[in-house]
């Protein structure tokens, strides 16, 4: 048996850790850099401090798998050179595992989904306030570049409408089954980062969003789901004339960001025909879309930096290799929450919920943008998702859930 002293001892470390672990997810909500320092600093302290065995997710092992066979892509490509910054990134896996050790109490959970609901209710306001803005400048200039809802949308705290609208849909998806939880005051803050995702613009993040609502939707309170809806939908309501237009343009027949979309699926599968295995090799997207491009659009009017859809990015970058092994990531995420939605404990079986929400919308976001190659996004998906591990393993000194 664990001494008192000992337990006290270890519950100290922990409390520096999950304090370390918190304020790094949520910073990726407002700054990148102090996320990562933060999130250097845990790791760090973790190996210093070695609190005990650590718990391990059955996700871990398709990660590791996938990323030798990101290394392995990288060794077959033309210039390993170019893809050094996708190995680099290997340093943001540990999140899922802090996440997992840290957030392990029902006190430090809770903690946790008002930290982040904060944070992103400040960055909604911040937008709130951009978009406000941007749209009476737009008004007295006419200029197209000028449009908030199209080139010139709200950030929040960030450089990129995407990288924001990501990252309060993941918030908003987590933290809709936690106010059942924490309180119905907290349902304010989630009104506002819905607001903040209405008035991103982004349709991929919309459509993301009402995929991981209605993932969770049986499960929510009625109450709780007119008293957090009605808000958001009010928000629309104001603001259906520049949707109108946002969603309209989607049927335009060239609207480049779609016709750009779709020639980079066709060029994505035509790469992954000429590379099955290992792919054009990590960053070499870039390279090798003009060889590949058939369209008649000039390419200086889209982004073909990346192929805007998760799982084409992957397979058409490192291969179907890589791509077996991300699908088994994601397939195991879902699995574990899956069975945890059905725990005895309600903190749990919320914290499941949560993940399983914002695991929905991510994927189906990602069908739209690479967020996975987003390093916010990507930070802030393993967090969310690895909660509920860390919450159910408590009592263990080492758990493969």
């Known amino acids: 048996m664990m001494r008192a002293t000992d337990r006290m001892e270890r519950s100290a470390k922990e409390t520096w850790l999950f304090g370390l672990t918190l304020a790094s997810a949520a910073c990726t909500l407002i700054s990148i850099a102090a996320s990562e320092i933060l999130g250097a600093a845990a790791c760090l302290l973790w190996i210093a401090l070695r609190p005990g065995r650590p718990r391990v997710p059955r996700y871990v092992i398709p990660l590791v798998l996938f990323m030798l066979a990101t290394i392995a892509s990288l060794a077959m490509s033309p210039d390993p050179s170019r ?20 957030v392990s109490t029902a006190a430090r959970a809770k903690w946790t989904y008002r930290a982040l609901m904060l944070a992103a209710a400040a960055s909604s306001i911040v937008a709130i306030v951009q978009f406000v803005l941007g749209y009476l400048h737009f008004k007295q200039t006419g200029d197209y570049a000028d449009n908030p809802v199209i080139l010139a949308r709200a950030t929040g705290f960030m450089g990129h409408w995407m990288t924001f609208s990501v990252g309060e849909m993941l918030v908003w998806l987590g933290a809709l089954p936690a106010v059942a939880t924490l309180g119905w005051r907290w349902g304010a803050p989630v009104t506002v980062i819905g607001a903040g995702i209405v008035l991103s613009f982004t349709r991929g993040v919309w459509i993301g969003s009402m995929a991981g609502f209605l993932a969770v939707v049986s499960a929510l309170p009625r109450k709780l789901l007119v008293a957090l809806m009605v808000p958001v939908a009010l ?24 016709a750009g979309r779709m020639a980079l699926l066709k060029a994505g599968a035509l790469m992954v025909r000429d590379h099955p295995l290992f792919g054009v090799g990590p960053d070499r997207i870039h390279d090798e879309f003009p ?28 291969g179907l290799v890589a791509l077996a092994a991300f699908v088994w990531f994601m397939a195991e995420i879902f699995l574990g929450l899956w069975k945890l939605r059905r725990s005895a404990d309600d903190l749990v079986r919320m914290a499941a919920l949560s993940g399983l929400a914002a695991l929905t919308g991510f994927l189906v976001a990602g069908l739209f943008s690479y967020d996975f190659g987003d390093s916010e996004s990507l930070l802030l998906f393993l967090f969310v998702v690895s909660i509920p591990f860390g919450l159910a393993s408590r009592e263990e000194s080492r758990s493969i859930i």
């Open 83 to 102: 893809g050094g910054a996708q190995i680099n990134k290997f340093v943001l896996f540990p999140m899922g595992l802090l996440a997992a050790n840290f």
């Open 235 to 258: 928000v629309a309501l104001i603001a259906a004339k520049p949707i109108y237009q946002r969603v309209s343009m989607s049927f335009g027949a060239d609207f480049a960001p779609d």
């Open 291 to 318: 060889g590949y491009y058939t369209g008649h659009i000039d390419l200086q009017n889209f982004f073909y930096g990346h192929m805007e859809n998760n799982f084409m990015q992957i397979a058409a970058e490192r």
